[in-house]
């Protein structure tokens, strides 16, 4: 109808710049391979625009350390062990901003460990992470996470492995998933996050068969996934016309 408002619609620009740094040591002491320290800084911008406007700018600057040890042979068994550090700062700014400026920190160790008995091969993993994520004017959230793995193949034949994974990984809930509340205009959404949100959990069972000649390569797999505290984004029903 002449007169009525013309929705100029969303349009987004996103830029990203990543720096990374790696270092290593061979035989850095007895009883160890290796040693390896990795450092990454991102700096990534999303900005949207309502038409020509700018409606919202969202910065997210994170840093994180590696460091990563691959000890010698014991036995049967061959691994690597190591901790990992993150910081990350997220802020919206704009007049319709919905997450606020949220500072987040992580800390975690972790170990993976393999072993071979003739065509029996056995996999097993490990990783313990403390995070915590601190919103401008609210409650600091802290999380324990626990992620665990095992699995196993048995090559029964030259071109035939049977394989079995077991998976429980376990992640803390994000900033907007937190912390939300407001307006945004690329989803045309209200976003209301939940600061009492627990940990998601996930775990997954898969058994796998498969074939390999110089020809062709193939896998069948049978595999179940189960969460706990699923984390989405869920419809209110409520609206505003």
């Given at each position: 109808?002449?007169?009525?408002?013309?929705?100029?619609?969303?349009?987004?620009?996103?830029?990203?710049?990543?720096?990374?740094?790696?270092?290593?040591l061979k035989n850095p002491f007895s009883g160890l391979d290796s040693l390896k320290f990795s450092f990454s800084r991102t700096d990534y911008t999303h900005t949207e625009f309502e038409g020509n406007?700018?409606?919202?700018?969202?910065?997210s600057d994170g840093d994180q350390y590696r460091l990563e040890a691959v000890h010698s042979k014991?036995?049967?068994?061959?691994?690597?062990?190591?901790?990992?550090a993150s910081r990350r700062?997220?802020?919206?700014?704009?007049?319709?901003?919905?997450?606020?400026?949220?500072?987040?920190?992580?800390?975690?160790?972790?170990?993976?460990?393999?072993?071979?008995?003739?065509?029996?091969?056995?996999?097993?993993?490990?990783?313990?992470?403390?995070q915590s994520s601190t919103?401008?004017?609210?409650?600091?959230r802290d999380f324990s996470l626990t992620s665990l793995s095992a699995g196993g193949r048995w090559e029964f034949s030259e071109a035939w492995h049977l394989s079995l994974n077991l998976d429980r990984a376990q992640r803390a809930p994000a900033e907007e998933e937190l912390f939300a509340n407001g307006p945004h205009a690329?989803?045309?959404?209200?976003?209301?996050?939940?600061?009492?949100?627990?940990?998601?959990?996930?775990?997954q069972l898969e058994l796998g068969l498969h074939y390999h000649s110089d020809f062709m390569s193939g896998k069948f797999a049978l595999y179940?996934?189960?969460?706990?505290?699923?984390?989405?984004?869920?419809?209110?029903?409520l609206f505003d016309p």
């Open positions: 109808e002449p007169g009525d408002a013309v929705d100029p619609g969303v349009t987004l620009d996103m830029a990203q710049t990543r720096y990374e740094f790696k270092a290593g406007d700018v409606g919202t700018i969202f910065v014991a036995g049967v068994w061959q691994g690597a062990f190591g901790l990992q700062e997220f802020n919206a700014i704009g007049d319709e901003a919905f997450v606020p400026y949220t500072k987040t920190r992580g800390l975690g160790i972790f170990a993976l460990e393999q072993a071979e008995w003739s065509a029996f091969t056995l996999e097993l993993g490990a990783r313990y992470d403390k919103p401008d004017g609210g409650s600091k690329a989803t045309a959404t209200f976003e209301i996050g939940n600061p009492n949100l627990e940990k998601e959990t996930s775990n179940r996934n189960k969460f706990d505290n699923f984390i989405y984004l869920n419809d209110t029903g």
